[in-house]
């Protein structure tokens, strides 16, 4: 079993910069893959970004791929979402998942954290 838990949402203005962080724990395995993904309110959940835990790959979704970038802590098994030039529509509940496969498919993933709520205001 693996636990995610995700920290670093709030309330920023349009243009504004927040990092979001997922801590995993448990029968974890640094070379395994992780995602971010987001879901507004009456939106489908949507990719932001694949990552392996350990050794660096990241993909960014096309929409944030020049705002967003993904970095990690391998001591702390923590992998961080530093999101950059923030805009009304990146508002969301944004979630970390664990898997065995790098997947932009939100139901390839094995584990979720709870999410963290990211509001952007205009």
């Known amino acids: 079993q693996v636990q995610l838990l995700e920290s670093g949402g709030g309330l920023v203005e349009a243009g504004g910069s927040l990092r979001i962080s997922c801590a995993a724990s448990?029968?974890?395995?640094?070379?395994?893959?992780g995602g971010w993904f987001r879901q507004a309110p009456g939106k489908e959940r949507e990719f932001v970004a694949t990552?392996?835990?350990?050794?660096?790959?990241?993909q960014l979704a096309d929409p944030v791929k020049d705002r967003f970038t993904i970095s990690r802590d391998k001591a702390k098994n923590t992998v961080f979402l530093q999101m950059n030039d923030l805009r009304p529509e990146d508002t969301a509940g944004y979630y970390c998942?664990?898997?065995?496969?790098?997947?932009?498919?939100?139901?390839?993933?094995?584990?979720w954290g709870q999410g963290t709520q990211v509001t952007v205001s205009s």
């Open positions: 448990g029968r974890f395995f640094s070379s395994r893959a």
């Open positions: 998942a664990a898997g065995g496969v790098l997947t932009t498919k939100w139901n390839d993933y094995d584990f």
């Open positions: 990552f392996t835990w350990d050794s660096g790959y990241t």
